[in-house]
């Protein structure tokens, strides 16, 4: 099976300036995560869709980051504006529905580098 | 809240010796365990997963992960390293909330294997 698509791979931007990325998940699978990966540190979960409904977004720094799941399928993250901090690797990854167990599929991610 | 701690940053090893990589967790209720592996430049990839059952499970490239309820742990296990699992591994946690899957998975701040030949 395909595995889940995500572009750009690198991305550098300057600090105030926007930047997207989009994120094609395995074909069937209902739930999709974007996660955040800081240099050194575990991925830390920024959202959650289930189909095309958020679950979790209590770590989305919401006065800048937004991220929709039209149609259930693709998924965008948006950052406006980017700030240093931001500097990280931007993982999305997929699975099927299910009760607990279902591992999660990662993309290669994005590489993002705020100067 | 629930939460996944890795005590050691890096793990050094012969090749062809055991490998143990750990991992502790800490949950309200019953927890999902899982192992994931990351190579230079690429996305996480799935190892094995802990649910219910056997305390033993068995993965991918022969590693294996032990639960110990009592001693919150999920430590990853290899009989016999090679210079190829070299890599950076991340244990995570997922709360169990009903029958649903919505519960957040949680990574520990990963331990990077280097195994030496």
């Known amino acids: 099976e395909a595995g889940v698509a995500q572009s750009p791979r690198y991305k550098i931007i300057e600090k105030r300036q926007s930047v997207a990325f989009w994120c094609n998940p395995i074909?069937?699978?209902?739930?999709l995560y974007w996660y955040q990966q800081i240099l050194g540190q575990g991925p830390k979960l920024l959202i959650q869709f289930q189909n095309n409904g958020v679950v979790d977004d209590s770590q989305l720094p919401k006065d800048r980051f937004s991220a929709e799941r039209l149609k259930g399928v693709d998924s965008t993250l948006k950052i406006q504006p980017a700030k240093l901090e931001d500097s990280a690797v931007y993982l999305c990854a997929s699975s099927l529905a299910g009760q607990g167990g279902p591992p999660l599929h990662f993309g290669n991610g994005t590489r993002l580098t705020v100067t | 809240a629930q939460s996944v701690a890795q005590p050691e940053d890096q793990v050094n090893v012969a090749e062809g010796n055991p490998l143990t990589v750990k991992c502790t967790y800490s949950?309200?209720?019953?927890?999902?365990l899982f192992w994931y592996v990351q190579y230079p430049n690429r996305g996480l990839q799935f190892l094995l997963k802990?649910?219910?059952?056997?305390?033993l499970v068995k993965g991918s490239y022969g590693f294996e992960a032990e639960f110990n309820k009592s001693q919150t742990s999920f430590h990853l296990k290899k009989p016999s390293a090679l210079v190829s699992d070299s890599a950076l591994y991340f244990c995570?946690?997922?709360?169990?909330?009903?029958?649903?899957?919505?519960?957040?998975?949680?990574f520990g701040q990963g331990t990077t294997l280097q195994v030496k030949p």
């Open positions: 074909s069937g699978h209902a739930t």
């Open positions: 995570a946690v997922r709360e169990v909330h009903g029958s649903s899957n919505t519960g957040k998975l949680i």
């Open positions: 949950v309200s209720g019953n927890p999902y």
């Open positions: 802990y649910i219910t059952g056997d305390n």
